[in-house]
């Protein structure tokens, strides 16, 4: 596709449960970005990877925080024991290679988590 | 540790004014300075960006911004306000020297243009 899509656009679900979300990058892109957007509040950084390994995972929250790329391109987010803390819209972006950190990210709309 | 702020947290102005968005970021080296416009329900699209050379870049939708390196600051501004410029507008920034690629963003500014 175009652009950056993931998937599901919305998530219900029960505390306690486990979650995954996903994201397919515009194709060609070997940087991919995951962070969460609470009401009100900026983008959060949680994790991002280079090709397949995760190059900076210093904002996964905890533990029950966890994310794969294990070819390069689609990731997933898996969320267990799910907390109502954890509801949020998480968005995931991909930019392009070789730019020396100047690429700009470019976004998908969103997973909305909400957990009850 | 990058960071970013945007006082504030609300901007209003009339349609045909000129507005500016403010943003001050900390870096322990050089920064790379982004501007990203979010619709309602919408992911974030990509405005302008400084990287290196003249300090006034321009972008998408008759956009600006200035980088001042002695102020730290990236302030995004426009000559004429239009109402669809109406949406939240977030700052980011990327420590040229760390090890990391992350982008670190503001926590955002709503600007309502009003006719």
């Known amino acids: 596709g175009a652009g950056v899509s993931q998937t599901p656009s919305n998530k219900v679900t029960e505390k306690g449960k486990y979650v995954e979300l996903r994201c397919d990058p515009i194709s060609g892109h070997t940087a991919l970005y995951w962070y969460r957007q609470s009401l009100g509040q900026g983008p959060e950084f949680l994790i991002y990877?280079?090709?397949?390994?995760?190059?900076?995972d210093s904002g996964l929250p905890n533990d029950r925080f966890f994310a794969v790329r294990p070819e390069g391109s689609v990731s997933t987010l898996k969320i267990q024991r799910t907390e109502r803390g954890d509801s949020a819209v998480y968005l995931c972006?991909?930019?392009?290679?070789?730019?020396?950190?100047?690429?700009?990210?470019?976004f998908g709309e969103g997973s909305r988590l909400t957990v009850l | 540790a990058q960071s970013v702020a945007q006082p504030e947290d609300q901007v209003n102005v009339a349609e045909g004014n000129p507005l500016t968005v403010k943003c001050t970021y900390s870096?322990?080296?050089?920064?790379?300075l982004f501007w990203y416009v979010q619709y309602p329900n919408r992911g974030l699209q990509f405005l302008l960006k400084y990287i290196t050379g003249d300090n006034l870049v321009k972008g998408s939708y008759g956009f600006e911004a200035e980088f001042n390196k002695s102020q730290t600051s990236f302030h995004l501004k426009k000559p004429s306000a239009l109402v669809s410029d109406s949406a939240l507008y977030f700052c980011?920034?990327?420590?040229?020297?760390?090890?990391?690629?992350?982008?670190?963003f503001g926590q955002g500014t709503t600007l309502q243009v009003k006719p």
């Open positions: 990877f280079q090709g397949t390994g995760a190059a900076d």
């Open positions: 980011a920034v990327r420590d040229v020297g760390s090890n990391t690629g992350k982008l670190i």
């Open positions: 870096v322990s080296g050089n920064p790379y």
């Open positions: 972006a991909s930019s392009q290679p070789g730019q020396g950190g100047t690429g700009e990210l470019f």
